[in-house]
């Protein structure tokens, strides 16, 4: 990961099968989309929790000669990332062109609706209606 100053606006949108058990395989998906021309390396990285595994796919790769606004998507395929138990995948893009640092990352949990981000997005909610 680059230190110092850094850009932080790409765009990742994360998607991903929802599987009811551990045994089924379930596709994620990552949609990088930049908000200017990049002709540098991307370099990315997947990191998955404990109890995840890959089946298919690289953990960690390069994008080359990225064009504003237009969608590059990156799939894996993984055993482990059920509702059963809550596990999170995570992904980071970064790279440097010019001296102009770029980064980008997102974290993904299996069981969503059980992660602590979505309890509070539901209080506020709950609070907010009364």
Not at 12 to 30: G, H, L, M, R
Not at 96 to 119: L, P, Q, R, V
Request: zero cysteines; aromatic letters at 8%; glycine letters at 8%.
């Amino acid at each position: 990961t680059p230190e110092g100053v850094v850009n932080r606006d790409i765009q990742i949108d994360f998607a991903a099968d929802s599987v009811e058990n551990d045994s089924d395989t379930a596709q994620v998906y990552v949609k990088l989309i930049m908000p200017f021309d990049f002709d540098a390396d991307l370099n990315y990285t997947w990191k998955l929790s404990e109890g995840v595994s890959l089946l298919d796919g690289n953990l960690k790769g390069q994008l080359k000669g990225l064009k504003k606004n237009e969608p590059q998507t990156i799939t894996i395929s993984v055993k482990g990332f059920s509702k059963k138990v809550n596990r999170q995948i995570g992904f980071e893009v970064y790279g440097t062109k010019n001296g102009h640092k770029i980064y980008g990352d997102i974290i993904m949990a299996s069981d969503k609706e059980n992660t602590f981000e979505d309890i509070v997005q539901n209080v506020e909610k709950i609070k907010a209606s009364k």
